[in-house]
């Protein structure tokens, strides 16, 4: 008999990070990641699709046993369904295992995993003929984004899964210095870990204070703060670029879809060693900071869209990673939302990047409403229409509330 799920958008259904089918979407994942990397930003329609098989099978009841449980389902297209068939019935597919013994694939995964590096820039290093991170982290040949040089030099930090210690220990510092610099304000974790993740590829926060534009100038001065207290080793700020209209405007959906315009800092901290294992008390700590103080007009906050640079003098990138050090490098991501737009950059924020994806074509695609994490346009009425919680946003939506950690797809 058919277990299909009844609802068509992932969005309306449950998906939690334990399900019953992980050997399944596991194996889609390795398709979508392959279609990513060979597509590039040209065509997303071949990695949604088995990202879209893969997240139905998450919110299947039971394990999958037969694909003809699958029938009627939408999401399941002739690829992904020739894949599970594969592995139902001879216990593994031929194509994922050719993509994951795939020397081209091994190498993209690899340079893809530097920050900065998306799968243009790796598709030019493999066509340098370079094997290894070792291949680019020697070639005085290399881009001058800040983003892949730290991300070159502290590759080993930076592919170590985040912990959720860490990013719980880390709250608590950015918790104590947003407070003293505006009491009232709210620090909440976002991304992998607010959804129950234990670890994660970074860790996101998402500040806002409820008395409206209070926020404005907070992120220069914690950022400063952070900086004396040695927990920044490089990074961007980006201020907000939201102009109301937006919302209404540009209703083109991007499969991307991911850029907002929120005020942020996009970088790399320095998290003591200790941040792993135990609840540190946030006031104690102060990180030994190698070479001479922080340079580079990098707390400069730059008031235009242009790239300030936080950096540490004296050293390299690569020779501050040489270092005895006590701290281990993290990507960790700061957002600040005017409280107005502050719940659906909650959403938003949470993701997961396809629950957002899928939440912006049903809200288009069923009701005539844009959403983005700055808010939502219902084009039927042609206004916006503001949300006071989370909840908020999943009744102006029309979606059964589902909290962070169901909405894993
Ligand atoms: P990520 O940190 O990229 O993803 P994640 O936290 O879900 O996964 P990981 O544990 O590996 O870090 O992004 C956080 C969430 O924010 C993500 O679910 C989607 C959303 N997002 C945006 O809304 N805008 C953006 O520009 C990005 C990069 C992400
Ligand atoms: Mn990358
Ligand atoms: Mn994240
Ligand atoms: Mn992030």
């Not at 869209?305 to 270092?323: H, Q």
């Not at 737009?341 to 909650?346: A, C, F, N, P």
Request: aromatic share 8%; charged share 25%.
């Amino acid at each position: 008999g058919s277990i299909a799920a009844p609802n068509t958008w992932a969005c309306q259904r449950i998906t939690c990070l334990q399900h019953h089918n992980p050997k399944l979407t596991t194996a889609l994942e390795v398709l979508e990641k392959h279609a990513q990397l060979r597509d590039g930003n040209s065509d997303y329609s071949r990695a949604l699709a088995f990202r879209k098989a893969s997240c139905v099978l998450k919110s299947l009841p039971h394990t999958l046993t037969d694909i003809h449980q699958l029938r009627g389902l939408k999401d399941i297209g002739n690829h992904s369904a020739q894949v599970i068939e594969d592995i139902l019935e001879e216990g593994f597919s031929n194509e994922v295992e050719e993509i994951l013994n795939d020397p081209w694939f091994i190498k993209m995964k690899l340079f893809s995993s530097v920050f900065g590096v998306g799968s243009a820039i790796a598709l030019k290093w493999i066509e340098r003929g370079w094997e290894k991170i070792e291949d680019a982290q020697n070639s005085n040949d290399i881009t001058s984004d800040w983003r892949v040089q730290w991300g070159l030099a502290f590759h080993d930090d930076l592919t170590s899964p985040v912990l959720r210690q860490e990013a719980d220990n880390l709250l608590e510092v950015i918790r104590e210095e947003a407070t003293k610099l505006l009491p009232g304000v709210i620090v909440e974790i976002v991304g992998g870990f607010r959804r129950g993740k234990m670890s994660g590829h970074d860790a996101d926060f998402l500040l806002t204070h409820p008395d409206e534009g209070s926020e404005i100038g907070l992120l220069p001065q914690l950022l400063q703060r952070l900086q004396k207290r040695g927990f920044l080793l490089a990074g961007q700020a980006e201020k907000n670029s939201f102009t109301p209209g937006v919302l209404k405007k540009d209703f083109k959906l991007s499969m991307k879809g991911q850029l907002d315009h929120f005020e942020k800092w996009i970088g790399i901290m320095k998290l003591p060693k200790s941040f792993k294992d135990k609840h540190t008390d946030p006031s104690s700590i102060i990180m030994p900071t190698p070479g001479s103080d922080p340079i580079d007009g990098s707390l400069d906050y730059q008031p235009s869209r242009k790239k300030a640079k936080c950096g540490i003098s004296g050293l390299s990138p690569w020779e501050l990673s040489r270092t005895e050090r006590a701290w281990c490098a993290r990507r960790v991501d700061l957002i600040i939302s005017p409280f107005s737009q502050y719940y659906y950059g909650l959403v938003g924020w949470t993701g997961s990047k396809h629950f957002n994806r899928d939440l912006r074509t049903y809200s288009q695609k069923v009701l005539n409403m844009k959403v983005t994490s700055h808010g939502l346009f219902d084009f039927t009425k042609n206004q916006s229409i503001p949300a006071h919680s989370e909840k908020e946003v999943f009744d102006i939506l029309k979606l059964p509330y589902h909290e962070p950690w169901q909405r894993n797809c």
